[in-house]
């Protein structure tokens, strides 16, 4: 009988949350991205190339870099068969990839085995259908003291990044995951009017006290 490979899934994602990811290693060997519950080794995203670097000598490569919206992340091919198979693949395309999650030196990259070419409104598409699959798992937050703890663990995420010049609200949406967006939203919006944080630009936020 012949044992059939099986595949890791390819988690849909976007490229945020793949750097919220924690790298797990095997000695010194990566063997997955650690996020949440999740063990991800091959992901499915969307996004958009803005750059592309191809090799002209004997070592055969062509590296890519892929925006979302939500962050960039470097695609790396070796061999000159992958160098063919991508070499259509240019900038300012909208693009699917699927592909595995490699981290080499503290960098996290992802070595595709598919890019294929999509209309730009499929990257709409993928970030209102995975901030649905949210909201899913999420439930409504209307008990008073429910609220009240989470407004103070949102003040305490931004006391604690004072350090390294404030927090972004998409960083605490992203990390906060079993807390809907839109209540999130409505207690920074509560704290920026209790003059209890600010926003030295949009979307930063930083403690005032």
């Known amino acids: 009988m012949v044992e ?22 095997d000695n010194e060997k990566f063997i997955y991205l650690e996020l949440g519950a999740k063990k991800i080794s091959r992901v499915n995203i969307i996004g958009n190339i803005v750059d592309k670097y191809e090799s002209e000598g004997e070592k055969k490569y062509v590296f890519f870099t892929l925006d979302d919206g939500s962050g960039q992340i470097k695609l790396k091919s070796f061999g000159e068969e992958d160098l063919e198979k991508f070499r259509k693949v240019n900038q300012g395309q909208t693009v699917a990839i699927i592909g595995t999650v490699r981290n080499w030196n503290n960098e996290t990259y992802i070595q595709p085995e598919i890019i294929s070419e999509k209309d730009p409104k499929y990257l709409l598409v993928r970030k209102l259908e995975l901030e649905k699959q949210k909201k899913g ?73």
Do not use: C, M, W
């Not at 390819?10 to 793949?18: F, H, N, P, T």
């Open 137 to 209: 798992n999420v439930k409504p937050v209307k008990d008073k003291n429910e609220i009240q703890a989470i407004k103070d663990k949102i003040l305490e995420r931004i006391k604690n990044s004072e350090e390294s010049g404030g927090i972004d609200t998409e960083t605490i949406i992203l990390e906060e995951k079993h807390i809907s967006s839109e209540t999130i939203n409505e207690e920074i919006k509560r704290l920026l009017e209790e003059g209890i944080i600010f926003e030295p630009r949009p979307g930063r936020l930083r403690y005032l006290g």
């Open 4 to 25: 059939q490979f099986k595949r890791n899934v390819a988690y849909k994602l976007r490229i945020g949350d793949v750097f919220l990811g924690k790298p797990i290693f």
